[in-house]
């Protein structure tokens, strides 16, 4: 089965791409103001509700599992991870032994089944250990470039922007005012900041996302491996409650992103992160908080979020070592949302 041409139709071309991604660098204006999301914006390509989960390409001590084995509560599977190459801004993927396919292309197909089942397929870059240089026009150019091609290569749907630290808003603006102008309004664009960077319009990943918010799916917050933080109350809560995820995420909805772009990120089990994880339930919770006005701690929204999209977890390969319970639990709850 050839995963290019018999499930979605690419609307990309890598051919003559370096051309067209350098009119867009070089044309490219940062924006970035905060206020009110007009219309709802991003992409069309995924559920109005959607759970987004990462899939391990490596071999961590949780479940190894190829991409078909993931559960089909997952609306969105970020592939993890892009690396760099020697050249600045540029992103390549090499599948790891370790996870057990006996071919590159046995890869792809499970990538095209698990978009013929609905789901969408994205390459993310970052994590933890990922470090991907974007400061100037030619590593933007050599970013969106090489992420275009991954995705003309393997079929992907879009990327994930999971970088930890050297985020650059306006030249990372540039390389993705680039891919959507060659991808098209199907692109899945999401991020997956760390509570400090989503704390004030003025960071540069809130910035990112200000600046892209026309064609933004989500953005994941990670509300683990972190201390305490300033909800948008001003008042300061602690991870692993109903407030840390609702006063939180308050931010981003009164600051400029419209709810469909907004997420609650969180591990999977406790062994998935260093700290920050919460029971199902509380997660469940907090997105009827936002959204119905019900399940709140004490901090209470002034308003309710409807078209918030949803919730992300580290990782599906964690969610699998503890028998999916997580999706289990939160992607009917997701399903169910108004």
């Known amino acids: 089965m050839d995963s290019t041409s018999t499930t979605r139709a690419r609307r990309w071309r890598v051919a003559g791409v370096a051309a067209a991604v350098g009119a867009v660098v070089a044309a490219a204006t940062v ?22 989960g990462y899939w391990h390409n490596f071999d961590n001590g949780s479940v190894v599992q190829k991409l078909g084995d993931v559960a089909p509560a997952y609306d969105i599977i970020a592939v993890s991870f892009a690396e760099a190459t020697g050249t600045p801004g540029e992103i390549d993927f090499t599948l790891d032994p370790a996870v057990g396919y006996a071919s590159e292309q046995e890869f792809k197909d499970d990538i095209a089944a698990k978009q013929a089942a609905g789901a969408s397929v994205i390459i993310s870059v970052g994590g933890a250990n990922g470090h991907v240089a974007i400061n100037d026009s030619a590593s ?17 749907d879009g990327v994930d922007i999971d970088l930890e630290a050297g985020i650059n808003a306006q030249y990372l603006t540039q390389a993705m005012e680039a891919i959507h102008a060659s991808a098209g309004d199907d692109l899945v664009y999401t991020m997956a900041p760390q509570t400090l960077d989503m704390q004030s319009t003025s960071t540069e ?6 600046n892209t918010r026309e064609f933004l799916t989500v953005v994941n917050m990670q509300y683990y491996n972190s201390g305490s933080m300033l909800g948008c109350d001003g008042q300061v809560y602690s991870a692993g409650s109903v407030d840390f995820l609702t006063a939180l995420a308050c931010i981003q909805l009164e600051n400029g992103l419209a709810p469909s772009q907004v997420g609650l990120g969180v ?14 339930g509380v997660v469940t919770d907090a997105l009827d908080c936002l959204t119905r006005g019900t399940g709140c701690g004490s901090f209470v929204p002034d308003q309710t979020y409807p078209d918030l999209r949803g919730a992300m977890t580290w990782s599906v390969n964690w969610d699998a070592a503890s028998g999916n319970a997580w999706s289990d639990v939160v992607g009917p709850h997701v399903d169910a949302l108004p």
């Not at 150019?141 to 090489?146: E, I, T, Y």
């Not at 591990?267 to 994880?277: F, K, L, V």
Request: hydrophobic share 40%; net charge negative; charged share 10%.
């Open 31 to 52: 924006v970035g103001t905060a206020g009110t999301a007009g219309a709802d914006p991003g992409t069309t390509a995924v559920p109005r509700h959607a759970l987004t």
């Open 140 to 156: 933007a150019q050599a970013f969106a470039s090489s992420t275009l091609a991954l995705m003309d290569e393997y079929g992907f």
């Open 205 to 210: 990943y809130f910035q990112l996302a200000l």
């Open 267 to 280: 591990p999977a089990s406790p062994s998935a992160a260093g700290s920050g994880y919460v029971d199902p």
